[in-house]
């Protein structure tokens, strides 16, 4: 993938939520902020620009001047620290924003016919803070423009993506979904909760509280926990799948998480199997099954 840095807009007024902490409200059990961060990961370099506070990885903390002086302002104070030929721009408020979104604004940003891609909407409206700029075309237009107006302070994007010859790219429905006001984030937290998307919300968010990064196939743990549940009893259940992440991580210990993630099947596999004599033995016990 394009080699890129990130920056994050975290350090507007959030005057439609009365003023509150928007990049740290929850969603999902994860600071806005968070999740942000979270789809950029692989960036050489992260600058967020706004009041420090705690993050799920490290940062490079940045302020424009004067403060609150617009997404103008903070993006050329966050460029400043950025080296990289293309550049991702994001808004901290951004719950569903998924890694997909981000290779395909690179990809686009790319291709050398344009200045950067930006994501469209589903109405059709630019969202120029889900987008990707290359750096030097960026660098150059953030300096006319300050020369020309004589600051970037309370200077609209709309300036600064005129200017560009940017693609647009039509991603997932939701990417460019903003917490703007407490509206948008009770839809965010409910949409969060709703069947078949909650558990892979729940898995991602323990991995990032737990500092872990490690893909492995939920559906052998499910598997594992339901015939450990209708084979054993049901308290056996949350303790087996424990006791094989415990077994998986004394297995992978100063390995790669691909064999940290294979170290977690095999485990699961044994243990299922275990499982199964388990209730077989118990039907054969009660009469119901062979001998």
């Given amino acids: 993938m394009t080699a890129y840095d990130a920056i994050v807009l975290a350090g507007g007024a959030a005057k439609r939520l009365g003023g509150a902490d928007k990049p740290g409200l929850r969603v999902g059990g ?9 789809v950029c990961a692989d960036a050489g370099t992260t600058v967020v620009v706004g009041g420090r506070r705690p993050t799920v990885r490290p940062v490079i903390w940045t302020r424009e001047a004067p403060e609150r002086g617009g997404p103008l302002a903070a993006l050329g104070a966050g460029v400043r620290h950025t080296t990289a030929e293309s550049v991702l721009v994001l808004s901290a408020d951004l719950p569903f924003l998924g890694e997909q979104t981000v290779r395909s604004l690179l990809a686009a940003a790319g291709t050398g016919a344009h200045e950067g891609a930006l994501c469209r909407d589903p109405d059709g409206r630019d969202q120029p803070l889900v987008a990707v700029y290359r750096g030097e075309p960026l660098r150059r237009e953030l300096a006319l ?25 039509e991603a997932d429905p939701l990417a460019s979904f903003d917490c703007d006001t407490w509206e948008d984030v009770a839809a965010a937290r409910a949409r969060i909760r709703e069947h ?50 415990y077994a998986a991580a004394m ?6 998480p691909e064999a940290a993630a294979e170290a977690v099947a095999e485990a699961a596999r044994k243990a299922t199997a275990l499982a199964l004599r388990w209730e077989e033995e118990t039907e054969t016990g009660s009469g119901t099954g062979s001998p």
Avoid: Y
Wanted: proline share 3%; hydrophobic share 50%.
């Fill in 251 to 256: 297995a992978s210990s100063g390995k790669s």
């Fill in 145 to 169: 423009l300050a020369t020309e107006h004589g600051s970037l302070a309370g200077l609209p994007l709309r300036l600064l993506t005129a200017e560009l010859e940017l693609a647009r790219v």
């Fill in 30 to 38: 994860r600071a806005l902020l968070d999740r942000v961060l979270a």
């Fill in 196 to 245: 078949g998307t909650v558990l892979d919300e729940w898995i991602t968010a323990v991995k990032n509280e737990l500092g872990i990064e490690l893909d492995v196939d939920t559906g052998v743990l499910l598997d594992l926990a339901r015939d450990a549940a209708h084979g054993v009893a049901r308290p056996a259940a949350p303790l087996t799948t424990f006791l094989v992440g």
